[in-house]
């Protein structure tokens, strides 16, 4: 019996760290005057699931906006607006997001940030061979990795699907339950 409680505590580890929800990373952002957010991003990586909080005062709000809004500072078509003082942004999708203060004069006053998150393959991979969380954000935009990157196949190292990876851990329990007995 002792074996059997062994085992299922087992596979209740293993199944929480298969099934778990990705870890996702957090990118504070002090929004005020006077920043140069143009290279806020620089060096840091963003992925689907990550959360850029913007902490500012009263008299600023954080919009998030379209492309062509956030090049010409445009304001009152926002795709959504906060005013709070602490706003949270689950970036929720890959591809560019842009944000600005809705604030007349603040965009235009260099109160705006672009980040771009690369789309992830069914191998957790961005499609050229790095990986998400890898990607290297310059100037509020993607850039290139420098040196040639080799493809997912070509690295040697194998990725298990969630389910089979608890399908793997389940037989390697098993066998280790039996081993026991």
Known sequence: ???????????????????APASSASHPV?????????????????????????NYGAGHTVDEVSESDYKSCTLGNAISSDSSGTTSIALKTSGPHYFICGIPGHCTGGMKL?????????????GDGTADKNTPVQDGKTTPSEGKKAS?????TAVLKPLDALV?????????ALALS
């Open 168 to 176: 793997v851990t389940c037989v390697v329990a098993l066998l280790y």
């Open 152 to 156: 997912p196949s070509a690295s040697g």
């Open 114 to 126: 672009s980040v771009t998150v690369p789309a992830a393959s069914s191998d957790g991979n961005t």
């Open 30 to 54: 002090e929004w005020s005057l006077g920043k140069d957010y143009s290279s806020l991003a620089t060096g840091k990586s963003f992925a689907v699931g990550d959360t850029i909080v913007f």
């Open 1 to 19: 019996m002792a074996n059997l409680s062994t085992l299922v505590g087992f596979l209740v580890i293993i199944f929480f760290n298969v099934f």
